[in-house]
């Protein structure tokens, strides 16, 4: 753990993977002040039905500083190829040189199970990266940690070959609106291609005043589904009566191929994560 404030860093695949997932954990770490950075390893050239990538690189490089400057972190893309990411040495060395310059307490990046090529080649990637950043001669251009951080697995909903396991579920019902702010600014994939792919585009407004709240609707419609699919679980850890009032949460599994936290850190790199019962 850092001497000073936890540091979160948050590897996705596309700009707009790390909020859309991790949004809300990562407007807590900000609301605490703590450094935070966002990253989509690919350039998001492929992610549109009309705009070229030419076109598209750039603005969803803006779209993503704009969505990261919401909550004041750093948002970077890099130029790895959107539609086309493999899991490569060159990738698992880039993420290498990330984790240690940046020096985060947590990672969250994607499973290896997910519906998406580019997920599972940065989750593969994150995995094989993580031990890799205590090894010397491993990029020895960058100094290697003494310890690798901890790494966790975000939020989805996959159940083949295992659905995620819920080491962590945090309520971020008072997060979401940040959340939505931040999917706002990826205009071109919020309110173009992610509604023509869902074939709603006809509902998007023309008028600038009414698209966060459609946004709004539309993020809460996605993000609603994961605590439908742990209401069990709510119940158990928060009662009956708040079990099921709980609307929107973001809840992680804890990577067994890199640091394991303990009570005290657990708790740190958590902060108000909903307790499991003893």
Known sequence: MSKNEPRLLILGAHPDDAEFHGGGLATIYRQLERPVKLISVTDGAAGHHERSPA???????????????VIGA???????????LEPTLELRHRIIREIREFRPDLVLTHRTCDYHPDHRSVGQCVQDASYMVTVPHVVPDVPALRKDPVVAYLPDLFTR??????????????QMQTVAKMLACHRSQVFEWLAYEADILHTVPDDESERLAWVESWAAGHIRLRADR???ELVVRCGEIR????????????????QQPDQESFRQLFPSALEAPS
């Open 55 to 69: 076109e598209l690189i750039p603005l969803r490089r803006a779209e993503a500083a704009a969505a990261g400057a």
């Open 161 to 174: 070959p295992a659905p995620l396991r819920a080491d962590v579920i945090m309520d971020i019902s008072a």
């Open 230 to 232: 742990l209401r069990d």
């Open 243 to 258: 079990g099921r009032e709980i609307e929107f949460i973001e809840m992680f599994e804890i990577s067994e191929y890199a």
């Open 74 to 84: 750093t948002y970077e893309t890099w130029k790895f190829p959107d539609g086309g």
